[in-house]
């Protein structure tokens, strides 16, 4: 009994599997015959050309230094061309504020005294008036402009090539500290 069983089931799906599909086999064939797979060309690949290195004309390249243009090299950029600070001025000057660092300074008012700006800058427990054309800070500050808010400086700073160049920073009015409103 068992092999009939397993003859039925073999005949029958032998008979489903060599079935009539032809009508599927037809609409695929209608379906895919103007279908053709395309690949995009490779792009043209360009051949490599070294770039010889000229000793001469070029720069070391394992030397460290400050790459500028030409025209400054030329006219002899670099070291005691451009911007310098006076030191001489400074020690005739022997400014208060010149002697403490920029961010220990601080605003701590504003006045306007003969209709000229004037700061209140106080450094520890120091408190000087500031007018425009003052110097303050390390880096030679000079102030170019006073507003109930801020003091705008000028200030000369040198980079690690030792060149100079100018910079601005600002004061802002500072709060009393631990106030009660």
């Known amino acids: 009994m068992k092999r009939a069983i397993i003859v039925l089931l073999c005949s029958g799906l032998w008979a489903c599997s060599s079935g009539d ?3 599927l086999r037809q609409w695929m064939q209608e379906n895919t015959k103007d279908l053709k797979g395309s690949i995009p060309k490779l792009p043209e690949v360009k051949p490599y ?3 010889p290195y000229e000793v001469e004309t070029s720069l070391d390249p394992f030397k460290p230094g ?10 002899g950029g670099g070291k005691g061309v451009g911007l310098q600070p006076d030191y001489e001025a400074r020690e ?3 400014s208060l504020l010149e002697k403490y660092p920029l961010e220990s300074l601080k605003m701590i ?5 003969n209709k000229q700006p004037m ?10 008036q500031v007018k425009l ?3 303050i800070g390390l880096d030679f500050g000079v102030v170019t402009q006073i507003s109930d808010k801020e003091v705008t400086l000028r200030e000369l700073i040198q980079d690690a090539a030792g060149d100079w160049s100018e910079r601005t920073s600002s004061l802002y009015l500072q ?3 631990g106030s009660k409103k």
Not at 109 to 113: I, K, P, S, T
């Open 92 to 94: 005739l000057r022997n």
């Open 21 to 23: 599909h032809e009508d």
């Open 109 to 113: 008012g504003y006045l306007n005294v």
């Open 175 to 177: 709060g009393k500290e």
């Open 66 to 75: 400050k790459i500028e243009p030409e025209s400054k090299q030329k006219l």
């Open 133 to 135: 054309g003052d110097y």
């Open 49 to 51: 050309q070294p770039v």
């Open 119 to 128: 700061a209140v800058i106080q450094a520890e427990q120091n408190v000087k």
